[in-house]
Structure formats: structure tokens, C-alpha cells
């Protein structure tokens, strides 16, 4: 079964940057498309990033993170990537990646959370001054 694996998590101060990993043990993530979501206390899980697989390549954000998150795929790795600038407080979370897939066709990556299938246990970014 795949099993994701986030890291990079941390206390950063407001404007700075952090980037989050998102390990595959054994299995290629070529064919999955995959996500990164958020989780604040008391508030929804809310899909921010995603990634679509070789099929797509497509990559979508929220309007929350539009211009200052980037997500980028390095297949050989196997690992997916949150790069984080210009954080604000409001971006203090749990941050998790998940996996769709394996995906047959060119069907572009969408941040909803229920089409998920695989999920990381997460990883927090705090951002306070």
C-alpha cells in the first residue's frame, strides 16, 4: 500500500518560507495525482495544492496561497513538494499530502479531499512572530 511521508514542518516567522516534503515508500508516484491540504484547529480540512500525474501534469491552488505556494514533482524521488514563501499566520496548520490514484488518464488534479485515496499523518507549520 503506498504510504506517504510529510516533512519541513516548523515555526517560521510572518514573511518567511518553508518547504514541505512528501516521501513515497516502494511505490512511483508517477501515475497518482497528488495534494497538499491544511487542517487549522477547529476548522475544515481545506485542500490547498495539487499536482496532477504524468498524465496531466497539471497543478492547481486555492486563491489562500495563489502566488506565494509552489508545488512541484520530483518523480525520481518519488517526492512531492510545497514550497512555502511569504507566510502569514493565518497559514498555521497541520499540513498533510495525499495521493489519488493510480490515474489512468489525462483528468486534471482537483483539492478536494474526499477524492483522495492515501494519506500522509502530517506535518505542523506554525507561523507567529
Known amino acids: 500500500q503506498l504510504q506517504l511521508v510529510e516533512s519541513g514542518g516548523g515555526l517560521v516567522q510572518p514573511g518567511g518560507s518553508l518547504r514541505l516534503s512528501c516521501a513515497a515508500s516502494?511505490?512511483?508516484?508517477?501515475?497518482?495525482?497528488i495534494g497538499w491540504f491544511r487542517q487549522a484547529p477547529g476548522k475544515e480540512r481545506e485542500g490547498i495544492s495539487c499536482i496532477g500525474s504524468k498524465h496531466s501534469g497539471n497543478k492547481n491552488y486555492a486563491d489562500s496561497v495563489k502566488g506565494r505556494f509552489t508545488i512541484s514533482r520530483d518523480n525520481a524521488k518519488r517526492t512531492v513538494y510545497l514550497q512555502m514563501n511569504n507566510l502569514k499566520t493565518n497559514d498555521t496548520a497541520a499540513y498533510y499530502c495525499?495521493?489519488?490514484?493510480?490515474?489512468?488518464?489525462?483528468?486534471?488534479?482537483?483539492?478536494?479531499?474526499?477524492?483522495?485515496?492515501?494519506w500522509g499523518q502530517g506535518t505542523q507549520v506554525t507561523v507567529s512572530s
Open positions: 516502494r511505490f512511483n508516484l508517477d501515475y497518482y495525482d
Open positions: 495525499a495521493a489519488r490514484g493510480p490515474m489512468v488518464q489525462a483528468i486534471s488534479c482537483i483539492t478536494r479531499p474526499g477524492s483522495y485515496n492515501y
